[in-house]
């Protein structure tokens, strides 16, 4: 009875704090010990689970992610690479031509909830798991769990012995628990695309070679040690005693939501700490094709410092940038990417993989469901940023040729499809990453540059360290803006209307021109039109929807704005007065700043010839 009644209790507080906030997430602590072996590419594990139930469901199953399984003949995204359109060109069959000794595979060998053996099956990359107790709203559990592991051949991200002679990627290698949300369970098989996960405390133990240099998401709590052992492995070198010893690198990692790690016995190691006191790591085959990691540090340091001045402050103390993988990856203060690369591209991806610190790793969004809002948020600050580190570039343009493009071809979808179900890789690569750019660049159209960066930091602000959704960005705008803007949400991420708007004639008055314009295009837009006059001064219009209640005042572009009378979406045509005559103006222009993604921008001037002049008289 008095358990009962304490259920009852937390049960109606876990629930009415639900009301009130209409938020929760899960807690986790992982605990682990790695036995490395890197003569046979496989480890040996135990892992120790502490799940907090902060929801407000009692939860009679639980689920663990094993993505080694994926890099075996015939898997899920074996078969998905084989069979899409366009497969990515760094998997192709790859994964189909793989052996025993080549694949990967994560086998458990025993697991306990609270002492008790569980019933599990395991299918695909999934590990269902039978409750031996269920886990109560406010409850914990302890799951205690001994599993073996091989490291497969690097394929897609994770993996060994990559392109460029790197030992170790591990990533996505161990048995993750699956995350719980408002959704339920988010158990969905590893095909190929994006992550979700439960926001933690990692403390892991690796026993390997001590041959090898590791990079690791979060801190090194024994350093002194390494270092005594890099030491002593530099003396030994230097007397040509090869001696066969293991060491033990212990990390630990608070607030994250995932730990990867990278190892390799040919590792340069370099340290830097910038003004704002962040170390900086920095881990590469130090040869001849990575002669620009040298110019790295410097680069980096300028990425964060852009970043925390303009879009929110990284709160963790290093960041480490690894050779590795299969070109670009993010992880939680680690990235692992390619070292074969100019200068430009070298800073490119490292600018784009630490911003996802920001929007992945700190504004953890479910990526399966809205990867454009995690590569497309980070595309456009990427942007931004390299356009400080290189003024000559000409940033977001490319996603705007990328979206066009696709929209020709017509093969463009929805933007809300889940990760894995795009019909072609092309198809998910311009919407999550073009269009995720596109719909932050037009937000700085539609609100005017002060108010959308201002809203870009409360975002991060207020979102940091949780699961961010569509919804929960959008009312962090509108109560930025004062602006509705839910409409805008719904038309670029539910649809595949496109924008398309013209200037259809002028009309000579009296003493004045009226200028009708026409929405061609399904999807609503306020519409920013800029007048040059024959006297070399320029008037700058804005003309709102009606459906926004409100509009913007200034432009960084333009400066201040003559706020026009609103726009119903239902009306077709629209008149815009100028108090001028035809004869003083030069030209009219919808948005000649381009942020808005309209697919014909040929009858958005005038003069020109598609543009009708109806004199006086008529």
Not at 235 to 246: D, L, Y
Not at 422 to 443: D, E, H, K, P, W
Not at 600 to 613: A, G, M, Q
Request: with cysteine; proline share 4%.
């Amino acid at each position: 009875m008095i358990r009962k009644i304490s259920l009852i209790i937390t049960s109606f507080f876990v629930l009415n704090t639900s009301a009130q906030d209409c938020y929760w997430q899960q807690k986790i602590k992982y605990e682990m010990d790695i036995q490395m072996d890197v003569y046979n590419n496989t480890f040996t594990a135990t892992q120790k689970v502490i799940y907090f139930n902060q929801s407000p469901d009692t939860l009679n199953r639980v689920y663990f992610h094993l993505y080694f399984n994926a890099f075996q003949k015939g898997s899920m995204m074996d078969a998905r690479s084989r069979s899409i359109e366009d497969p990515d060109r760094r998997v192709g069959d790859r994964i189909y031509g793989l052996d025993d000794k080549t694949e990967g595979y994560q086998r458990i060998n025993s697991l306990e909830q609270d002492g008790n053996r569980l019933d599990y099956d395991m299918v695909g990359t999934i590990l269902e798991v039978n409750l031996a107790n269920p886990i109560y709203p406010g409850d914990s559990s302890v799951f205690l769990m001994d599993y073996n592991a091989q490291v497969p051949l690097q394929v897609r991200r994770s993996g060994r012995d990559n392109k460029e002679g790197i030992r170790y990627s591990m990533t996505q290698w161990y048995p993750k628990m699956v995350e719980y949300d408002k959704n339920g369970w988010n158990a969905n098989p590893y095909v190929g695309r994006e992550f979700h996960g439960v926001w933690g405390d990692f403390k892991v133990n690796i026993t390997i070679d001590s041959e090898y240099v590791l990079g690791a998401t979060g801190y090194l709590a024994n350093k002194a040690e390494v270092i005594e052992a890099s030491q002593s492995k530099e003396m030994a070198e230097g007397s040509k005693v090869k001696e066969n010893k293991e060491l033990t690198w212990k990390f630990h990692a608070p607030m994250v939501h995932d730990f990867a790690w990278v190892a390799d016995p040919d590792y340069t190691y370099k340290s830097f700490i910038t003004k704002d006191g962040l170390e900086l790591n920095f881990l590469y085959q130090k040869d001849s094709t990575t002669v620009f990691w040298d110019s790295l540090p410097k680069y980096t340091e300028k990425i964060f410092e852009l970043m925390n001045a303009n879009f929110g402050k990284y709160p963790y103390k290093q960041y480490t940038v690894a050779q590795g993988g299969d070109g670009g990856m993010e992880y939680p203060m680690i990235t692992l990417i390619t070292g074969n690369r100019s200068l430009g591209s070298l800073v490119g991806v490292t600018a784009h993989e630490a911003i996802h610190s920001w929007y992945q790793h700190l504004l953890a969004t479910n990526e399966a469901l809205y990867p454009w809002m995690d590569e497309g948020f980070t595309s456009y600050a990427t942007d931004f940023v390299t356009s400080k580190l290189f003024p000559s570039s000409t940033p977001y343009q490319g996603s705007y040729r990328s979206y066009f493009s696709l929209v020709k071809s017509g093969k463009q979808e929805v933007l809300s499809t889940h990760a894995d179900h795009y019909n072609t890789n092309r198809a998910y690569g311009v919407a999550s990453y073009s269009m995720g750019l596109i719909f932050l660049n037009q937000l700085d159209y539609i609100l005017g540059n002060e108010v959308f960066m201002r809203g870009m930091r409360r975002y991060f602000n207020e979102w940091k360290y949780k699961h961010p959704t569509p919804m929960d960005f959008i009312r962090v705008m509108e109560k930025e803006s004062s602006m509705e803007l839910k409409w805008y949400l719904k038309e670029w991420t539910e649809t595949t209307n496109t924008i398309d708007y013209g200037i259809k004639w002028l009309s000579e008055r009296e003493k004045s021109t009226a200028v009708t314009l026409e929405r061609i295009g399904n999807t609503p837009m306020p519409l920013d039109v800029i007048v040059k006059l024959k006297n070399g001064k320029t008037e700058h219009y804005t003309i709102p929807l009606r459906v926004m209640r409100s509009a913007k005042r200034e432009d960084a572009i333009y400066g201040d704005m003559n706020v026009q009378e609103d726009w119903p979406w239902t009306f077709p045509e629209y008149e815009l007065i100028l108090p001028f005559t035809f004869n003083e103006i030069e030209t009219v222009e919808i948005d000649p700043s381009q942020r808005m993604a309209d697919i014909d921008r040929t009858n958005n001037i005038f003069p020109n010839e598609s543009v009708k002049y109806i004199p006086k008289s008529q």
